[in-house]
């Protein structure tokens, strides 16, 4: 069965530097997301991203993240100037295209980064 | 997107079946019920969704009152590799605006041989 993949499956790195983490969707996918969850906490949405632009982003998603497809098939989260509040698992997200006018596809996830800020 | 409400814990016995509720009592007619589950420090898993009508598929079932203001996961059989948190969430619908999932807490499910 296809499957989100995610790497590294876990990143240390020193606060104040930048971290990419990469996602490879599930290839007829369309729309990609990331979502992060801080130990013991729920899991958050931090951004959409479909028809390489971002449709939706939550007040955590600030101008220190951004996303890229850079190409057919990886998603990339950039974190510019990490903070040690930034250490959290971060997970992607697919799902295939929305059909008719509901939204029901649901999204497959991958197993998460493991980010961790010094 | 509405607000769900799940018990915080439940155990369940090996092999028996698991009925794990939810309600949602502000839904709205677009608004589908997904269910999805984390076994510790994975991904979450997607388990099954539906919009009114009961849903079944190889891992649970899915039951939806007919006024749709709650719902029931059915794990068939439980077994020990259950063990997750199980998340009820409603997400839709026609013009929504991006498709975002929003976790809440979700039932801690624990099944004991």
């Known amino acids: 069965e296809p499957e989100v993949t995610q790497t590294p499956s876990h990143q240390v790195t020193q606060m104040g530097q930048e971290v990419i983490l990469r996602c490879v969707p599930i290839s007829n996918h369309l729309y990609f997301y990331w979502y992060r969850q801080i130990l013991g906490q729920k899991v958050e949405f931090l951004v959409s991203f479909y028809n390489n632009e971002i449709s939706e982003k939550s007040e955590i998603f600030d101008d220190q993240f951004s996303v890229e497809r850079p190409d057919g098939s990886n998603f990339t989260l950039k974190i510019r100037s990490t903070k040690l509040e930034d250490s959290a698992m971060y997970f992607c997200?697919?799902?295939?295209?929305?059909?008719?006018?509901?939204?029901?596809?649901?999204?497959?996830f991958g197993d998460g980064t493991r980010l961790s800020i010094l | 997107d509405a607000k769900t409400t799940q018990p915080p814990s439940m155990d369940c016995a090996e092999g028996r079946a698991a009925n794990l509720p939810c309600n949602h009592s502000t839904i709205s007619g677009n608004e589908y019920v997904y269910w999805y589950r984390q076994i510790h420090s994975q991904g979450p898993q997607y388990i099954i969704h539906?919009?009114?009508n009961n849903e079944t598929n190889e891992m649970a079932s899915l039951i939806i009152t007919e006024d749709r203001k709650s719902s029931t996961l059915i794990l068939p059989h439980a077994t020990l590799r259950d063990t997750a948190v199980y998340y009820c969430i409603v997400r839709g619908g026609f013009h929504a605006k991006g498709y975002k999932l929003s976790f809440g807490a979700g039932t801690t499910v624990t099944v004991r041989a």
């Open positions: 539906g919009l009114k």
């Open positions: 997200a697919s799902s295939e295209a929305e059909t008719g006018g509901d939204s029901n596809q649901p999204q497959h």
